[in-house]
């Protein structure tokens, strides 16, 4: 019953692996760490991405290249849609990275798709897999193991770590998404907060309908299926899961355990 594919729909997803061979859904935040330190690719070897420093130019990345911003033309169109367009001497170079003055990347095993916006004062600690045509907006704090797929959002003054969104998830606004999984096409109203600690020290254990569930996870957030949406202001508390389709309605806080497909919770 509490399968990721229970939740998601893997088919397409470039990290399909980090679910594989387990058994319960949130086995996949214990097998974050260990593919991470394998998958995640690294930066070029370049002084003007300076370790833990704001970037002090606009650089472009494209096909493994640094270029200065300065020479190119950009167009900052809807990043997810493939808005984003650079043009250098004349000449549009597809699936063109921006890396915008102010960013701070923080490590070297930082990976980055095609057509990714980062924004002034981003943070970016590593490691981080941040796919095509995602964007990191202005003020965002990534605080390392951090997956996130294709056409998501990791948005204004959001914190995220040890977290995964799959492709079209989206933490537009103030949100903190920590230890855990946004399925595909998720949405974030602003100010969602997804806590991930006990008050009292100790294992978080998931309700379910046939009883309590060990987790193995001291830090445990929330798990929501494809498509899951949040008003704004809502909270879940620690190991909380949330079935496909489902409505979080605004300034409610979600209680721990598993809620099922198409719910509405207020």
């Known amino acids: 019953m509490l399968t990721a594919q229970s939740f998601f729909v893997l088919d ?38 300076p370790d833990g420093v704001p970037l002090a130019e606009s650089l472009i990345l494209h096909e493994g290249r640094l270029l200065p911003a300065a020479d190119c033309e950009i167009s900052y169109g809807d990043v997810g849609r493939g808005g984003l367009r650079v043009q250098c001497g004349g000449r549009e170079l597809a699936g063109a990275t921006v890396l915008m003055a102010g960013a701070v990347l923080l490590g070297r095993k930082i990976e980055f798709g095609r057509g990714v916006l980062v924004e002034p004062g981003a943070l970016i600690r590593e490691p981080a897999i941040i796919g095509d045509y995602s964007e990191v907006r202005q003020g965002a704090y990534m605080r390392g193991y951090c997956l996130v797929g294709q056409r998501c959002v990791v948005g204004h003054t959001t914190e995220v770590k040890h977290a995964i969104f799959l492709d ?21 109203g602003a100010g969602t907060k997804l806590a991930n600690f006990r008050f009292l020290p100790g294992e978080v254990r998931v309700r379910t309908p046939d009883g309590l569930l060990a987790s193995g996870l001291r830090k445990f957030g929330a798990i929501f299926g494809d498509r899951v949406q949040t008003g704004c202001n809502s909270v879940t508390s620690p190991g909380t899961l949330v079935g496909p389709e489902s409505f979080i309605m605004p300034n409610t806080t979600v209680s721990s355990g598993y809620h099922p497909e198409r719910s509405v919770l207020r």
């Not at 990290?15 to 394998?38: C, D, G, I, S």
């Open 12 to 49: 397409d997803f470039a990290h399909a692996e980090v679910f594989a061979r387990t058994v319960q859904v949130w086995e996949a935040l214990k097998n974050l760490k260990p593919y991470m330190q394998n998958a995640a690719g690294e930066l070029p070897a370049d002084r003007r991405l």
């Open 168 to 188: 079209g998830a989206k933490a537009g606004h103030f949100a903190y998404v920590g230890d855990s999984i946004l399925g595909r096409e998720v949405n974030l």
